[in-house]
């Protein structure tokens, strides 16, 4: 199946690679690829004819690793040897998650709950990076098969929401895994690219994109401008989802059958037998009225009126966030131009129904929502092969990413939204003699003081050789990859030493801190900008003081003793207008100070000039 070329330059045939794109989900993951003969996006199968891979993963005695299906049953029979849900310890400290800790029937370590979070298996102890790993490598191995080629390339999706650290630790499973990934994609943004949107270079858009999987609910509302997705805001629940459709089936059967829920507690089988007659319910009233069925020869029934009744409340939360998005990025229900439906409990009529009332317009369902995100993911793998030569897609970087210069100030370099991958730089030089190193804090945010925004890396660039204040020139580039991990490279261009970090923080925002980042930003922005304005002031003061002090003490033999007093004084006014931090006294006592020494500095220089150039000959 895979293509075949010819080099011209040495006459070899060369087999061109397929890129394959996964979702990687929290129950269920798939690998897609385009077909080379169709040219469509095709989700690939095992041998029972499935494409989905449960996200689930068994540790056997042997220390043999069950993927996917063979390892579903072991969530009923070894509990504390199964893993799930791997997806929402990405990238995570147990800080992070201590809330919902008792969601987890495996073992999270809690000793340091500062660091990434362990799962201990048996005697060992596994990173939710390695735990991903092997459901990708599952994938992998499935493409091979089914592909009958090596397999060494992909694209991965991941929930808009995630943070650098979750980006970067699914990288890095892939990495584990034998993949180089070639980008990390928003899963919104891959759902819309499945149903066409986005590939057509001058569409403009506002998109919703609703999904609605087993266990998660994220709404993005998504703007296309020219080709380059921009993710406006993203809301959810990380805790709503199609189990509980199935709990409150749950609940409906036992009632019918008499039982309560304590009695189910000490009957494992038959609450597992209970738990999937309902997710059969659940299912079958997506294209029937009515259900029934028998459990140990009593019968237990279901109509898609009262399902509907039941899941009402789970609807309406969902469409909170639907509101609270729209709020988040300023728009209304009327300036959504296509909805898009992603993860399997989106094919309830209900929730279909809802999102279409409530954004007044049909929602597009026609592509299998739970293929979607991974057969969008194939298209963007496609378009990175060189294949459609077309399009070029371009994602945006959700945060503004920058340094801490004098006072405190964030000094942005890649401003937010900006396209990725890109890289910008900037000079700086010291305000000190002689200075040897300058620290480099690097920020994330939209605030104007760093100490409002994150630090993502902290580092030194030593060894600058000794020079007057302000003659060094320090180089800082920010390079942003493609996955939005950054690399800062600081460098001082006249002595050529330089020094680079990768940027990956030990662990990331929170689910909605980027949110909150963005949103603290637009309700401080007057107060920042007033703050900005007096830091800079009192830095620019602070400067002219300096300067004023060693130019004193420096051409003490040409200034008079009545100038001196009343440079003096200028300086003592300008330490007063400082201390009163109020900008426009201290911008006018700057540039009082400046008029008065104007006129020291400029005889001082003819002085200069004129003592350079006695006894040369013209
Ligand atoms: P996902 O996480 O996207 O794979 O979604 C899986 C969820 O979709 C599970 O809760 C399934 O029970 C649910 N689901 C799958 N098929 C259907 C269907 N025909 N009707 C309703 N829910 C479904």
């Known amino acids: 199946m895979a293509k075949v070329s010819i080099n011209i330059a040495t006459g070899t045939l060369q087999q061109e690679e397929l890129i394959v794109g996964i979702d990687l989900g929290t129950t269920n993951s798939l690998v897609a690829v385009i077909h080379p003969d169709t040219r469509q996006p095709v989700a690939l199968k095992d041998v029972d004819q499935t494409t989905l891979v449960p996200s689930i993963l068994h540790f056997g005695e042997q220390g043999s690793i069950s993927v996917g299906h063979s390892a579903r049953p072991f969530l009923e029979t070894d509990p504390s040897n199964t893993i799930y849900s791997v997806k929402r310890l990405m990238g995570k400290s147990y800080k992070d998650i201590s809330q919902n800790s008792g969601f987890f029937s495996y073992k999270v370590i809690d000793d340091d709950s500062d660091r990434l979070v362990k799962i201990q298996v048996g005697q060992k102890f596994y990173s939710p990076i390695e735990l991903s790993s092997y459901i990708l490598a599952e994938l992998k191995h499935r493409a091979e098969h089914v592909l009958k080629t090596n397999i060494s390339k992909c694209v991965i999706t991941v929930p808009a929401y995630f943070n650098d650290a979750q980006r970067q630790a699914t990288r890095d499973a892939g990495k584990l895994a034998g993949l180089e990934v070639l980008r990390i994609i928003n899963e919104p943004t891959a759902a819309s690219l499945a149903y066409g949107i986005g590939l057509n270079q001058d569409e403009s858009k506002t998109i919703a994109v609703y999904d609605l999987g087993g266990g998660t ?3 993005s509302i998504l703007k296309l401008t020219d080709g380059i997705f921009e993710v406006l805001s993203t809301h959810g629940d990380t805790y709503l989802g199609g189990d509980d459709f199935d709990h409150l089936i749950v609940k409906q059967f036992i009632a019918q059958l008499g039982l309560t829920e304590e009695e189910l507690h000490t009957h494992k089988a038959l609450a597992q037998t209970i738990r999937l007659s309902a997710e059969q319910a659940k299912k079958t009233l997506s294209d029937q009225t009515s259900f029934s069925a028998e459990i140990g020869g009593e019968k237990v029934h279901i109509t898609r009126d009262e399902f509907e ?17 729209l709020k988040d990025s300023g728009l209304s229900p009327a300036d959504i131009e296509t909805i898009v439906m992603v993860g399997g409990s ?23 929502p739970d293929e979607v995100v991974a057969l969008g993911a194939a298209i963007q793998a496609d378009i990175l092969a060189g294949n459609n030569k077309e399009v070029l897609l371009l994602d945006v970087t959700p945060l503004s990413l920058g340094i801490e210069t004098m006072g405190g100030l964030m000094d942005v370099i890649i401003p937010r939204n900006s396209k990725i991958p890109s890289r910008a730089g900037r000079q700086y030089t010291t305000h000190k003699d002689g200075q040897s190193g300058i620290q480099i804090a690097v920020y994330q945010g939209e605030r104007d003081l760093v100490k409002d925004n994150r630090k993502l890396a902290e580092f030194t660039l030593s060894g600058i050789p000794g020079m007057p204040a302000g003659l060094p020139k320090v180089d800082i580039q920010f390079i942003l990859n493609t996955d939005g991990i950054l690399q800062v490279k600081a460098s001082e261009l006249r002595s050529g030493i330089a020094q680079t970090i990768e940027v990956k923080p030990q662990y990331g925002l929170t689910d909605t801190e980027v949110e909150n980042m963005l949103l603290a930003s637009m309700t401080h922005a007057k107060e920042d900008i ?74 001082v220089m003819d002085i200069a000039v004129g003592e350079a150039l006695k006894g040369k000959e013209i």
């Open 309 to 325: 009744s039941l899941i009402q409340p789970l609807i309406e939360k969902t469409l909170d966030s639907c509101r609270q998005s």
């Open 530 to 603: 007033q703050l900005r304005a007096l830091v800079e002031a009192t830095t620019e003061a602070e400067q002219m003081l300096q300067l004023t002090e060693n130019f004193l003490h420096k051409h003490q033999v040409h200034i008079t003793e009545a100038e001196q007093a009343s440079a003096r004084l200028g300086m003592t006014q300008l330490q007063d207008a400082i201390q009163g931090k109020d900008k426009n006294a201290i911008m006018a006592a700057t540039e009082a100070l400046n008029q008065l020494t104007t006129p020291f500095a400029e005889r």
């Open 217 to 219: 609910f994220d709404v």
């Open 346 to 368: 989106t094919r309830v009529p209900a929730v279909k129904n809802a999102v279409a009332n409530f954004f007044g317009k049909a929602v597009n369902d026609t592509v299998n």
